[in-house]
C-alpha cells in the first residue's frame, strides 16, 4: 500500500466557504475543500496555504489546525492510503478563480449548509462540520472577526 499526506483548506470569508468544482475528463466530477500533495521540504501549514492558493486563486489566513481525515483509492501504481490535515483558514477577500490546469471548473463561497449538500466526500463534510462549529465557537468569543475575518496576527500565505 502507498501512503500518501495531503493538507487542505476550510477557507471562510463573511461565514460562507470555499469550495471548488472539480472535472477530470468527465471521469472524475464533484464538489471539494481545496487541498493537495506536501512538497519536499514544506510544513503541513504552508502546503495547505499553497493549495488554497494554488487551487483558489485565495490568499487565506491559518485560523488553527482543525484534524485529519483518511481515506483509500486505487491508483495505477496501487491502493493509495491518504492522510489529509485540516486547516481552518479566513480570507479577506471573497472571489475564486479555479486552476483550470488541475481541471478546477468553477469556484465559490457558500453558506455551510449549501457547501455542505455541494460538497461530494462525506470525510469532506465532516472536516467542514468541525470547522464551521471551530469557527463559530472562536467567532462568539471575538477571537475572529465575520466582517473581513482579518486578523493581522495571522500567518497568511505569500
Same mark, same amino acid.
Request: net charge positive; hydrophobic share 30%; with cysteine.
Given at each position: ?7 487542505? =483548506?476550510?477557507?471562510?470569508?463573511? +461565514?460562507?466557504?470555499?469550495? &471548488? ?12 475543500? @481545496?487541498? =493537495?500533495?506536501? *512538497?519536499?521540504? *514544506?510544513? /503541513?501549514?504552508?502546503?495547505? &496555504? ?11 489566513? !491559518?485560523?488553527? #489546525? ?9 491508483? @495505477?501504481? =496501487? ?5 489529509? #490535515?485540516?486547516? !481552518? ?8 478563480? @479555479?486552476?483550470?490546469? *488541475?481541471?478546477?471548473?468553477?469556484? +465559490? ?7 455542505? /449538500?455541494?460538497? $461530494? ?6 472536516? &467542514?462540520?468541525?470547522?464551521?462549529? &471551530? ?7 471575538? $477571537?475572529?472577526?465575520? +466582517?473581513?475575518?482579518?486578523? @493581522? =496576527? ?5
Amino acid at each position: 500500500m502507498i501512503q500518501a499526506t495531503s493538507c487542505g =483548506g476550510i477557507v471562510i470569508c463573511r +461565514g460562507k466557504i470555499l469550495v &471548488l468544482y472539480k472535472n477530470v475528463r468527465n471521469r472524475y466530477d464533484g464538489w471539494v475543500l @481545496p487541498k =493537495g500533495t506536501v *512538497e519536499t521540504g *514544506e510544513t /503541513h501549514e504552508q502546503t495547505a &496555504l499553497r493549495e488554497v492558493y494554488e487551487e483558489g486563486s485565495v490568499r487565506a489566513q !491559518l485560523v488553527q #489546525y482543525v484534524g485529519e481525515s483518511q481515506y483509500s483509492f486505487r491508483a @495505477p501504481a =496501487g491502493i493509495v492510503s491518504k492522510t489529509v #490535515y485540516w486547516y !481552518l483558514m479566513t480570507a479577506k477577500n471573497c472571489s475564486s478563480r @479555479p486552476q483550470k490546469e *488541475e481541471f478546477f471548473t468553477d469556484s +465559490g463561497y457558500y453558506k455551510y449548509n449549501e457547501a455542505w /449538500h455541494l460538497l $461530494k466526500y462525506s470525510n469532506e463534510r465532516q472536516i &467542514l462540520t468541525r470547522a464551521y462549529s &471551530l469557527y463559530l465557537s472562536l467567532s462568539r468569543q471575538g $477571537k475572529i472577526g465575520r +466582517g473581513s475575518d482579518a486578523d @493581522p =496576527g495571522q500567518n497568511t500565505a505569500s
